[in-house]
């Protein structure tokens, strides 16, 4: 009969995958609103987001140890060497800024981090009218 | 996402101001990290926002060359805000990774607006951070007891 004619022509698998996919779509699109909320706040806040991800991108390319004496490729004496070489062409005193651009200039390793080790460890002074001058300072070896 | 007001109490800038006071600004300042050689702010940008620094070591530098560096937490940049034509006088720049508290410009001064007590601590703060850099800003010779970088 009906029945019999519907298992012949495998009506039950064919139902029954029907039932599947119109249930996976309602799954999916009531997933798909429930997190429309989100995608609306990442929309609101995409340059934000844009700048997030660009600053993952250039952090993670410049990655490498920050601190002078950990450094694989230059000493602290190296690197004490150079920064003085540069300061030397400098005016003294000199401006910061003009030896953080002739640094990058020079394609010198981490400028930024460097001229402030070098100010914490008392290489470069500010003379407390704006500008900074060069005192050498004796490195003791541990 | 808004600051920790117990982390607010640490910094010698709101040292003196109420818990309710702490908890209105709570409300408006929130953390930013900041990396290696990012621009905070321009000089001649409008100045929009006003940071202190949590951690991390900054730069800030004005027209002729004349700059100073900020080394310690409460340390604060952006005094601009607080002046007119309300313009960056100076660039500041991170000179390490860090963090520092952003405090948006009209919702402070809105604040201020508002609440006598605490426009009356902030202002009393922020002027003599003010009296310290304007010098710099403008060129001028600072006085040797006038440290620029006192918060």
Not at chain 2, 7 to 22: Q, V
Not at chain 2, 126 to 134: M, S
Request: glycine fraction near 6%; aromatic fraction near 8%; hydrophobic fraction near 40%.
């Amino acid at each position: 009969m009906g029945l019999e004619a519907i298992a012949e022509h495998n009506g039950w698998s064919i139902a029954l995958l029907g039932i599947c996919i119109v249930f996976t779509g309602l799954a999916v699109l009531s997933f798909s609103i429930s997190r429309l909320h989100k995608l609306l706040n990442l929309w609101d806040n995409r340059h934000g987001a844009i700048r997030r991800i660009r600053k993952g991108f250039v952090s993670s390319r410049n990655q490498g140890p920050r601190i002078m004496v950990e450094r694989s490729a230059e000493s602290l004496e190296e690197t004490v060497r150079q920064y003085h070489m540069l300061v030397g062409t400098l005016t003294d005193p000199f401006a910061l800024p003009d030896l953080l651009n002739l640094a990058k200039k020079r394609g010198l390793y981490h400028p930024y981090s460097t001229v402030n080790d070098l100010i914490k460890r008392g290489y470069i002074q500010p003379d407390q009218k704006g500008f900074f001058y060069w005192k050498q300072q004796t490195l003791t070896k541990k | 996402m808004p600051v920790d007001i117990n982390l607010l109490k640490t910094i010698p800038i709101f040292e003196d101001i109420c818990k309710i006071n702490l908890h209105k600004l709570a409300s408006i300042i929130y953390p930013v990290k900041v990396s290696e050689e990012e621009v905070l702010t321009r000089r001649g940008n409008t100045a929009t926002s006003f940071y202190i620094v949590t951690s991390g070591n900054f730069m800030v530098f004005f027209k002729g060359g004349r700059s100073f560096t900020l080394h310690s937490r409460g340390d604060v940049i952006g005094w601009s805000s607080f002046l007119t034509p309300f313009r960056y006088k100076g660039s500041s720049v991170a000179l390490t990774d860090g963090e520092v508290l952003c405090i948006p410009a009209q919702k402070l001064l809105r604040l201020i607006q508002e609440n006598s007590e605490l426009a009356s601590k902030l202002i009393q703060k922020i002027n003599h951070v003010i009296q310290n850099r304007l010098p710099l800003a403008n060129g001028q010779p600072v006085k040797d007891e006038a440290a620029p970088h006192t918060a």
